[in-house]
């Protein structure tokens, strides 16, 4: 079992930036690729970006793609997302997931999801 918590969303203007952190507990999660997802108000859970536990190689939706940073702190049991450039169709709720498949971008393939922290991107 691995437990993951969300923290660091919160009010932030457009053009802003935010950093959230993700910390894990329970089982290592060495093995797993540790991603983010995010659910904008009314629509469906949309992947954000993944680390690789392979090769820590990093994947991007292309949405996010040169605004959002995704790092990996394996001693910490920590994964953070730097969010720059922020736009208001950023606004959702994120979640860290971690998946046993190495690179997952797709929702159902996460095996544990964290509860989530509201990011809001006023104009």
């Known amino acids: 079992q691995v437990t993951l918590v969300e923290s660091g969303g919160g009010l932030v203007q457009a053009g802003g930036s935010l950093r959230l952190s993700c910390a894990a507990s329970?089982?290592?999660?060495?093995?797993?690729?540790m991603g983010w997802f995010r659910q904008p108000p009314g629509m469906e859970r949309e992947f954000v970006g993944v680390?690789?536990?392979?090769?820590?190689?990093?994947y991007y939706a292309d949405s996010v793609k040169g605004r959002f940073t995704i790092s990996r702190d394996n001693a910490k049991n920590t994964v953070d997302l730097q969010m720059n450039s922020l736009k208001p169709e950023d606004t959702a709720v994120y979640y860290c997931?971690?998946?046993?498949?190495?690179?997952?971008?797709?929702?159902?393939?996460?095996?544990?999801w964290g509860k989530g922290t509201l990011v809001t991107v006023s104009s």
């Open positions: 997931a971690a998946s046993l498949v190495d690179g997952n971008r797709d929702r159902h393939w996460v095996n544990y």
């Open positions: 329970g089982r290592t999660f060495s093995g797993y690729a």
């Open positions: 680390r690789s536990w392979a090769d820590g190689s990093t």
